[in-house]
């Protein structure tokens, strides 16, 4: 019976950098929209009020709150679908019989005869 859940683990530390190198891709993208926002209103002689600040500040927490909700869910799906294919791989050693090998022999749910 399989006990060792290693193997579900191995792929997380690759798929959780590619989502902090996507954050901070994100971060930057919303600092230079506000720089360059900034700077326009600065050559039009506009005022510069908070609200650009504001929008900012509201803009990063949607963006990247929606990329954590997504590794959640992301991180979910693939706990699951390791769990799934790990029960689809012990239900067929445990419970399916087999005609052209001892297969049902080393499983506890057969009496051993082929």
Known sequence: M????THILAGL???YLI????MFAVLIAIAMDLMFGWRKAKERN???TSYALTRTI???SLYEGVMLIFL???TLVHFVWAMF???IILCSYCFMPCRCCDLCCRSNFH???S
């Open 72 to 74: 959640c869910i992301d």
């Open 111 to 113: 009496d051993g005869k």
């Open 58 to 60: 509201t803009k990063t």
């Open 13 to 15: 530390p690759v798929m």
């Open 85 to 87: 294919i790990s029960s």
């Open 46 to 48: 506009e005022a510069r």
């Open 19 to 22: 989502e902090v190198i996507a």
């Open 2 to 5: 399989i006990t060792d859940y």
